[in-house]
């Protein structure tokens, strides 16, 4: 039925129609649903088919935050009815979080998409596909209470500055649900920094007991993360055991606190082939051989293998740091650029106290070094060659 819709409306967006101003939104929308007809031209040699085009890709890698997502719209509820002891069963809490992350979402799409379309039209060109992710990623890292007006600017900033003035998906120099995250972080620093995170909005309708301060009602109440607790008085502080990292019932941004749904996510995307093992193995062994010398040396007391459990660095290894665009592209620029990440992020949280999350600077730092790395790989290869060559 779908597809018998696009065949009867084709001809109004096609060259000569009424509305052929408006076919890159048109095709846009028709290949989210299908595979289109075109095929690359056999022009200049063969070409390898596969029924996997570029959406079809994007989709797996929004299928894998799905677990992550779910389990931080439970999260919202469950430390909200936690802060405020409200004793709230299963479904109250998925509501609550759900209510509160959906506005997000809008936000993130319609102003990200509208921007992607627009520019497309203007251009000329097919809309890009990438923004995808971008924007089911940006509201998992921010922070749940971000004024909208704030991510409004955020997106549109990383859309523009970050994705169409370098030509758009496969252009860009910078992961642009990052660039988003840093340009809140750097433009708005109260809400993105510090040793404290919402933790929920209470309203009359929802406590029996509301609490109060100062004559006024309280509408958020802010608690330390188990990051801030670790960088500012120890892990123990925080009252969080390894298990509470693990499983992610902790405060923190919506999609980074559950390890285990992140690497149900991370399973989805090697088992598919559409992430790189190199670079999440290498980012592990970076931040664990940092995390290692920070205990040898008497810096931190936390072990290195807590601090993969900790803050953003299990999120931004598996889903930023594995960008296909952003990311080094040859073999071993691959295990470089991934073993810097992780041991940027570890370096940052030992010795910045005022900023205990790392992996955010660590990730955009080496998407700027990503091409100098690949170029340093591929002149060495060439010399390497040149040399053997010689002696033959």
Not at 301 to 330: H, K, R
Request: with cysteine; charged share 10%; glycine share 12%.
């Amino acid at each position: 039925m779908a597809k018998n819709f696009f065949d009867k409306v084709r001809p109004t967006f096609s060259e000569g129609g009424k509305l052929s101003w408006l076919h890159s939104s048109f095709d846009a929308f028709e290949t989210f649903f299908f595979v289109p007809k075109r095929t690359t031209p056999r022009r200049g040699g063969t070409h390898v088919k596969d029924c996997v085009d570029l959406k079809r890709l994007l989709i797996i890698v929004v299928i894998a935050l799905v677990p992550a997502l779910l389990f931080g719209i439970w999260n919202l509820g469950f430390q909200h009815s936690k802060v405020f002891g409200l004793g709230w069963g299963f479904w109250q809490m998925v509501w609550y979080g759900f209510v509160k992350i959906i506005p997000l979402y809008l936000i993130s799409y319609i102003v990200g998409l509208g921007i992607e379309f627009a520019s497309a039209q203007m251009k000329g060109h097919e809309v890009s596909e990438g923004y995808l992710v971008s924007g089911f990623i940006i509201p998992l890292i921010v922070p749940v209470d971000v004024p909208w007006w704030m991510l409004t600017i955020a997106v549109a900033f990383a859309v523009i500055i970050g994705k169409e003035v370098f030509g758009g998906t496969g252009m860009n120099i910078w992961n642009p649900a990052l660039l988003a995250r840093a340009f809140l972080f750097f433009s708005y620093p109260s809400k993105m920094s510090g040793d404290s995170i919402w933790v929920g909005g209470l309203s009359k309708a929802l406590a029996g007991g509301t609490p109060w301060k100062g004559g006024q009602v309280v509408d958020a109440l802010s608690g330390a993360t188990p990051l801030s607790h670790a960088s500012l008085d120890g892990l123990s502080a925080a009252g969080t055991s390894a298990w509470n990292l693990f499983l992610g019932d902790i405060p923190g941004a919506v999609g980074e606190t559950s390890v285990i749904a992140i690497l149900i996510g991370a399973c989805i995307l090697l088992c598919t082939g559409v992430a790189s093992w190199k670079i999440m193995c290498s980012s592990v062994l970076g931040a664990l051989f940092v995390g290692w010398l920070g205990t040898s040396f008497g810096v931190t007391d936390i072990p290195c293998w807590e601090q993969l459990l900790m803050g953003g660095f299990a999120f931004g290894t598996v889903f930023m740091a594995t960008d296909p665009v952003t990311s080094a592209q040859t073999e071993t620029g691959k295990w470089i650029y991934g073993f810097l990440i992780g041991a940027l992020c570890i370096t940052v949280r030992l010795f910045n106290p005022g900023y205990p999350e790392g992996m955010m600077l660590a990730i955009l730092l080496m998407n700027t070094f990503a091409p100098l790395i690949d170029h340093y790989v591929v002149s060495a290869n060439v010399n390497r060659r040149l040399k053997r060559a010689k002696t033959v």
